[in-house]
């Protein structure tokens, strides 16, 4: 791996520890206040994105930067970093020890790199996938530093799929697995990643909810099925505030045939 990119992985490890460690001493003790899309942020969360913000901009001063709570039109940048600074509010308030901080680090737009640190269980997950970008990349994915896949097993009612809130309605009594629902988005995708769950829905998911978990879940050997429009590229001076990227994630290509039509029925 070369110095930019241990530079990458390095800088990602170091701001996510210190900033979840921050996060620790406020988790479950915080009151939450509604955003403008119903959606729930709270001063760590805005403390969390500054500090991160603060950091790239420190480290890497050509690189852009989109965040959850900061600048959310996208820069004219090679390079650019999408912040979530809390994945999970809602758990975080209710002291539910499941949420993260997802770094995204894309290149012409498009996600080459994901950081994604979940403070409560201390799991940090990180991918490299080169796509069409042209660059030399590293190879893989992990978590703590090992290397992880998705699973390669045949579905049963015994195997998991994860929901969010917004997408109970595909759950029946045929469905092919049982379901799961973990309030964090990128957390669901990353449990395909490790080969805990077989396929993971999120309905309206923003674009620093998926960016880094996009990433690693491909590197891991999953499939990622936009559902409504390709995320990738970003569209330079788009702003994606309110931009919803609904998103079906199974940890191999056959099985969109098994889930999707669940999907498609409950539209």
């Known amino acids: 791996m070369n ?82 600074p809390l994945d999970g509010t809602t758990n975080f308030t209710r002291g539910i020890p499941i949420w993260c901080i997802s770094l995204g680090l894309l290149y012409k737009g498009t996600p080459v790199f994901g950081y994604v640190y979940a403070p409560p269980t201390n799991e940090a997950f990180h991918g490299y996938w080169q796509g069409n970008s042209g660059l030399d990349l590293p190879q893989g994915a992990f978590r ?68 880094g978990a996009w990433v690693i879940l491909q590197a891991a050997g999953g499939s990622w099925i936009s559902l409504k429009s390709e995320p990738f590229p970003l569209t330079v001076g788009e702003d994606y505030g309110s931009k919803s990227l609904p998103t079906l994630a199974v940890s191999r290509s056959e099985l969109v045939s098994v889930f999707k039509p669940f999907l498609e029925v409950s539209s």
């Not at 520890?17 to 729930?40: C, E, H, N, P, Y």
């Not at 852009?64 to 709570?69: A, I, M, P, Y």
């Not at 579905?155 to 469905?175: A, E, G, L």
């Open 144 to 211: 703590n530093n090992l290397p992880i896949k998705t699973s390669s097993d045949k579905i049963t009612k015994n195997h998991f799929f994860n929901v969010c809130s917004r997408s109970t309605s595909i759950i029946s009594q045929d469905f092919p697995s049982k379901i799961r629902m973990l309030g964090v988005a990128s957390y669901n995708f990353l449990t395909v990643a490790t080969g805990a769950v077989l396929g993971a829905v999120e309905a309206t998911p923003k674009v620093w909810d998926i960016a």
């Open 3 to 84: 110095d930019f990119w241990n530079q990458i992985l390095e800088f990602s490890q170091t701001t996510t520890t210190r900033i979840g460690k921050q996060l620790m001493q406020d988790f479950g003790r915080v009151q939450a206040d509604s955003k403008a899309d119903g959606s729930l942020v709270t001063k760590a969360d805005k403390w969390a994105d500054n500090e991160i913000v603060k950091a790239i901009k420190s480290q890497f001063p050509n690189h852009g930067v989109l965040s959850e709570e900061n600048d959310k039109v996208f820069p004219d940048s090679e390079w650019c970093w999408i912040v979530d």
